[in-house]
């Protein structure tokens, strides 16, 4: 196998591996929290990313923002971003079955796309569009 295969096939497998992570979550989460509340779910679900992801980053010297308003900016991305969405996942899924999470996670490029075009009045490309409905 040549170098770019290798490395063809290697983004392949990452990627895959991205899809069942992702995929699997609703399942996940619904098995979690059977036996925690949400909210105790997603804050352990936050320290372990947060401690597999910092290595990462420290390892390949990621580069932290450098001006107040990039840790702002930071701040709010990961609050919003990351940790409100795992809050609320973890609190919804004890509320609701795992197929419609599964149903409202595959709906996020969707939404995404159509909270894009509020901001930026420029609706996505139509491949990406097909790309929305095969996710969902």
């Given amino acids: 196998m040549t170098q770019r295969a290798a490395s063809k096939l290697h983004v392949y497998l990452i990627a895959i591996l991205g899809i069942v992570i992702w995929g699997g979550s609703p399942a996940a989460t619904k098995l979690a929290v059977q036996s925690f509340d949400g909210f105790s779910v997603a804050i ?14 420290l390892v390949k010297k990621l580069p932290l923002p450098i001006t107040r308003s990039g840790w702002v900016t ?6 919003i971003g990351n940790i409100a969405y795992v809050i609320l996942f973890s609190i919804g899924i004890e509320r ?41």
């Fill in 44 to 57: 352990l679900r936050t320290v372990f990313a947060a401690a597999l992801v910092l290595p990462f980053a």
């Fill in 96 to 136: 609701t079955s795992t197929i419609h999470a599964a149903l409202i996670i595959a709906s996020a490029p969707i939404f995404t796309g159509l909270i894009g075009f509020s901001v930026e009045k420029k609706w996505p490309r139509p491949l990406w569009w097909v790309g929305a409905a095969v996710a969902f």
């Fill in 74 to 79: 930071l701040g709010f991305a990961s609050v």
